[in-house]
């Protein structure tokens, strides 16, 4: 069994930058692909940023430039860097990890961008 825990989410004017957080624990041997999903409200879920093992990343075409994905694996632990926030960045963000054939999902933290 793999736990994630996230943090780092928050109200941020916009401009403004936060960090997410997220630790994984437990059977965490094997996790492969680590990343970030988000859900605004009123829409689907939508990727917003992966990162491999071998640290390839991958990025929506809406936060590129302004969101940097990164892995400590000794850690365990994902971090989405996220600067030049807009209101349209506002949703609850997902962790989520791969381990073999299984997807495992935190809870969510939500980020909300408003003055």
Partial sequence: QVQLVESGGGLVQPGGSLRLSCAASGSVVSITVMGWYRRAPGKERELVAIITG????????????????????????VYLQMNSLKPE?????YCHVIKGNQVIWGQGTPVTVSS
């Fill in 89 to 93: 960045d506002t949703a609850v963000y």
């Fill in 54 to 77: 071998g640290r390839s990343t991958n990025y929506a075409d809406s936060v590129k430039g302004r969101f940097t994905i990164s892995r400590d694996n000794a850690k365990s632990t």
